[in-house]
């Protein structure tokens, strides 16, 4: 679960419809609205009472289940997923939209045989897996692509 603001229903709709949106923890597609409450304002007669300097807000209470940083992985999946990525990309170059033709050489022993990352479309890679070019998909998305 993860936390997002929209300009409006319709702006969400959209992207929605459009397919551009994804989880920002591990990329998926499968996005869905939950509660929320726009334009709630707090009632102009009630008394606004500041925080006291010593006690930092929402001191005393406990946190939301799950609240805490989007940047850290919050469960044992999250976090190994989250090393995974890490080791996969240290080990390897991402190539980018190079993928393809960098797999295809390196198979025809065009260029040396190195751990390689990147894009390719679905058609792209089946075609290099009926060519015996051995490749896997990842299971995240490229930075770059991520939200």
Not at 34 to 60: E, F, I, N, Y
Not at 99 to 122: C, N, T, W, Y
Not at 134 to 145: C, D, G, T, V
Request: charged share 25%; net charge neutral; with cysteine.
């Amino acid at each position: 679960m993860f936390d997002s603001w929209f300009q409006s229903a319709a702006a969400y709709n959209t992207l929605a419809g459009s397919g551009h949106l994804s989880c920002a923890v591990c990329g998926s597609a499968a996005v869905e609205k939950d509660l929320m409450a726009p334009r709630v304002r707090p009632d102009a007669a009630a008394p606004q009472t500041p925080a006291k300097p010593d006690a930092p807000a929402g001191a005393g209470q406990a946190a939301p289940r799950g609240a805490g940083p989007l940047s850290h992985p919050a469960s044992v999946a999250e976090q190994a997923m989250a090393e995974l990525r890490r080791k996969i990309e240290a080990e390897s170059v991402d190539v980018g939209s190079r993928f393809v033709d960098e797999a295809r050489r390196m198979h025809d022993g065009d260029l040396p045989k190195r751990s390689i990352r990147g894009e390719a479309q679905v058609g792209e890679a089946i075609k290099l897996l009926e060519d015996g070019i051995p490749i896997a998909p990842l299971p995240f998305l490229p930075k770059r692509r991520a939200n």
